[in-house]
């Protein structure tokens, strides 16, 4: 399988990731990908990664790198995939670039929706109520923050060095949010 162009969404813990990946890829006409919605699904039947999730921890490398790759191979064609929550850290990213080659990307474009903490707090409070996530309680939020700080948050000063990476507001209205990443996309004078 060849995917021709690949969107990665990267941001810290109820920054919008899901909700922007939901709203680009059916106009896109890409696959979608959420790392945390696929574990959830595997957490169903492994009790050690629901563990994890549930304590707010990244989930060990070597199981990461298979579910991608599984994931990945089960998807229709597409001109396109858009990640959401995958690479989380830089041994992640190295995942990321084998698959780049495995799928021969042509176009890799990282996004990074920026938002303070203080946002994302009010906003892991509204869904906690609404989407019922065990990982929104609030002392798993913290260490999800921490593990974001620790192992995420360096993956923006890796995408910038290795790929591209957009800088987008993400402190904004989901719909405004969703208009700049598009109009950043084309501007870039990336042939999505
Ligand atoms: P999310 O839905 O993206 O907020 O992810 C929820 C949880 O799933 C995270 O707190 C981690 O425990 C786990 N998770 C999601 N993506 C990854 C990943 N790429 N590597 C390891 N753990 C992950």
């Known amino acids: 399988m060849k995917i021709k162009n690949l969107i990665i969404l990267i941001g810290p813990p109820g920054s919008g990731k899901g909700t922007q990946g939901k709203l680009l890829a059916p106009l896109l006409n890409y696959n979608y990908l ?70 021969k990307v042509d176009k890799v474009v990282g996004i990074f929706l920026d938002v303070p903490k203080s946002s994302v707090m009010g906003r892991l409070k509204k869904r906690k109520g609404k989407e019922a996530r065990a990982d929104d309680h609030p002392e798993v939020i913290e260490t999800r923050f921490l593990e974001y700080d620790q192992k995420t948050h360096p993956l923006v000063a890796y995408f910038e060095k290795h790929h591209k990476l957009v800088h987008i507001n993400g402190d904004q209205p989901a719909e405004d949010v969703h208009a700049e990443i598009l109009k950043r996309i084309f501007h870039a004078s990336i042939r999505l």
């Open 34 to 103: 959420s790392m945390g919605s696929t574990l959830r699904e595997h957490a169903k039947w492994d009790s050690k990664i629901k563990k994890m999730i549930d304590a707010g921890k990244i989930i060990p490398d070597d199981m990461i790198r298979k579910i991608v790759n599984e994931t990945i191979s089960d998807m229709p064609q597409a001109k396109g995939l858009i990640l959401d929550g995958f690479p989380r850290d830089i041994a992640q990213a190295i995942v990321l670039d084998e698959a780049i080659f495995k799928y």
